[in-house]
């Protein structure tokens, strides 16, 4: 369509008259948009394509100043320059040109016109007039623009929702398209993983086996949906739920699989939460009754034995009157220890600035019989904190059982680093971190359950006394732990 | 100190404890098994103090606590049970009106002094 001027001076009379009767005929009915302007701008030819556009009969155009008609109304103007601007240039400058602009249509409302203009030359080479094509592509325009709306807004919705990551492979399992929550959610940059084989992702000792089941399953019944784990970067594991789907091609050929993982890691946090404080629950209850059943028949073995103690015994037989003695109130320690875990106690509240109560726990802590070894105390205490509402006999309790757990998890020595910060203006955080021997991963959902310990002494009581305290302050209590590098305890108790 | 104390435990070798407990101390405990007896006999006699256990087979303790308070407005209750120191049994027991408190976990020695001081305490303010 870009093609130069039209040497019409070329042709002979008769050729043009012969030019001209097959000429008005095609241009007249042609499905474009036809218009010839002479040098002043003055509308020459004008065919029924463009009249009926515009909604003006030939005769009101003919012979008009082209852009004063086409182009009333302030709305205009700038179509109207643009118009102007090409015009000139081809008159002018003898230059064929494309350009869009829209045009005021008779029904409405603009239309968008694809013009091609083209100079029309006399035999001296001088300018005539100026010949148009146009074509009315408001359909088409609206159609690509819709398609990029589209577009955009997925892109945006994808990228905007961080939970989700969407990925595509080919039909050889490798990675094509790795979307932008996967960034995130996998720790892999897209040049890293691109053309991959998606097994990466997996679990590596059952990769294949996972993989050719999802596969599968998506070729059998078009779909597959399930919750497993996949794997970051790092090595860690992620709880998703997985869904894929077939990619097909426009002609409905399978060229891959589309897979969209959510990061279901919070929803499973909340399901184990509940879970664990329903566990307690109950075994509170339980704890109660056995404390209740075995301190009865503890207080008649005690007060025997405290009524035997004044009779005259011989050393041997008092010997072993005082080891009794030693053992009931071993047993009497323990069911204590169980009814405080078991029972419900009323929180006496008061304002607490949580710093203060670790300087208290710390200084208890060098009464206590923690082992003899170096271990070096950091802290890192944010200042002027906002308080939180809280039962300071209890929180010092939890604080000094998280000190004395680190101490005992360093049996070599090391550091406990205690910070206190806030969190997002809403808890006060504090973090107790040892460099001591962590806790394996297996043992991490039972770490606050009543009666769990690892460590051979004590009752395994202390954390889910903790955890009791924590919960009726409406805080939560979080552990972070590797084996041989250390384990931290998180907790947060909100602001008043 | 030799009161006369009304001693309420569903268990009997507790209830001979206290029972032998007492005695050394010159007091002079009557025992009973239930709620139910304990208000029997206490229509019967007069006391200077019950000492009353909250978990009981039958009325619960804290019933038998109510009912006392509403028959025998100054005779004082001390409450004692398997359940140590539950703030929540603690705090109905106090406002049913009990002058006292004591966990079966506590040392032996300690239940007696503990008691004493409460009947102590309690026939001062009855006094006063």
């Known amino acids: 369509m870009n093609g130069g001027s039209i040497p019409l001076s070329r042709l002979s009379h008769y050729e043009h008259l012969k030019m001209d009767n097959i000429f008005s005929g095609v241009i007249e009915n042609a499905a474009v948009l036809v218009l010839y302007l002479d040098r002043n701008g003055k509308v020459a030819l004008c065919n029924k394509k463009t009249q009926s556009l515009v909604g003006l009969k030939s005769a009101d155009i003919l012979g008009k100043n082209w852009l004063k008609v086409l182009f009333r109304g302030s709305d205009n103007a700038m179509q109207r320059d643009m118009f102007k601007a090409v015009l000139d240039d081809a008159l002018t400058y003898k230059r064929a040109k494309d350009f869009e602009c829209h045009l005021l249509s008779d029904q409405g409302g603009f239309r968008l016109i694809f013009w091609n203009v083209a100079p029309v030359l006399d035999k001296l080479g001088q300018v005539q007039g100026s010949l148009f094509f146009g074509q009315d592509i408001t359909e088409v325009q609206e159609r690509k623009n819709s398609v990029k709306n589209i577009d955009d807004s997925l892109k945006n919705i994808i990228s905007s929702i961080d939970e989700y990551a969407l990925y595509v492979i080919n039909l050889d399992g490798l990675i094509t398209y790795f979307g932008m929550g996967c960034e995130k959610m996998f720790g892999y940059s897209k040049p890293q993983i691109i053309f991959k084989h998606v097994g990466i992702l997996h679990n590596v000792n059952k990769a294949d086996s996972e993989l050719s089941l999802i596969l599968e399953r998506v070729r059998l019944f078009g779909k597959y949906e399930s919750e497993l784990e996949l794997f970051t970067n790092s090595g860690l594991p992620i709880p998703v739920r997985l869904t894929v789907n077939q990619f097909l091609d426009a002609q409905g050929k399978l060229t891959g699989y589309v897979f969209i993982a959510k990061d279901i890691t919070q929803t499973k946090k909340l399901e184990y939460q509940v879970f664990q404080a329903e566990k307690l629950a109950a075994l509170g209850q339980l704890s109660a009754g056995m404390a209740h059943e075995i301190n009865n028949p503890l207080f008649v073995i005690s007060g025997r034995l405290e009524m035997l103690k004044q009779e005259e015994f011989t050393p041997k037989l008092k010997e072993t009157v005082n080891l009794i003695d030693s053992q009931v109130n071993r047993i009497r320690k323990l069911v204590d220890r169980i009814l405080k875990f078991a029972r419900k106690s009323t929180l006496t509240l008061e304002k607490i600035n949580i710093n203060e109560i670790i300087e208290m726990v710390l200084s208890l802590a060098h009464y206590n019989k923690l082992p003899s070894v170096k271990v070096e105390i950091e802290k890192s205490f944010q200042q002027n904190m906002p308080k939180v509402l809280g039962d300071a006999d209890q929180l010092q309790e939890v604080f000094l059982n998280m000190i004395i757990n680190a101490y005992q998890a360093m049996p070599e020595g090391g550091v406990i680093k205690i910070t206190t910060s806030n969190f997002q203006n809403l808890y006060t955080q504090v973090q107790i971190a040892d460099t001591g021997v962590g806790i394996p991963a297996a043992n991490f959902k039972d770490i606050f359950m009543p009666f769990f310990s690892t460590k051979g002494q004590g009752t395994g009581l202390g954390l889910s006394i903790c955890h009791n305290i924590i919960k009726n302050h409406n805080g939560s209590i979080e552990l972070e732990s590797r084996v041989n590098q250390g384990t931290t305890f998180t907790v947060k108790l909100p602001f008043i | ?128």
């Open chain 2, 1 to 128: 100190m030799n009161y006369k104390i009304l001693v309420v435990d569903d268990e009997a070798p507790v209830r001979d404890l206290l029972e032998d407990l007492f005695k050394k101390e010159n007091c002079l405990p009557i025992t009973c098994g239930s709620g139910e007896e304990a208000l029997a006999v206490l229509k019967e006699e007069a006391f200077d103090v019950v000492l009353l256990d909250i978990k009981l087979a039958g009325t619960s303790g804290l019933e038998v606590l109510k009912d006392i308070r509403e028959k025998y407005t100054n005779l004082p209750v001390v409450m004692i049970t398997g359940f140590g120191f539950d703030e929540e049994l603690i705090s109905k027991s106090k406002q049913f009106g009990c002058c006292g408190y004591i966990g079966k976990n506590m040392p032996v020695t300690e239940i007696v002094t503990t008691f004493k001081q409460f009947v102590k305490e309690a026939k001062t303010k009855g006094k006063a």
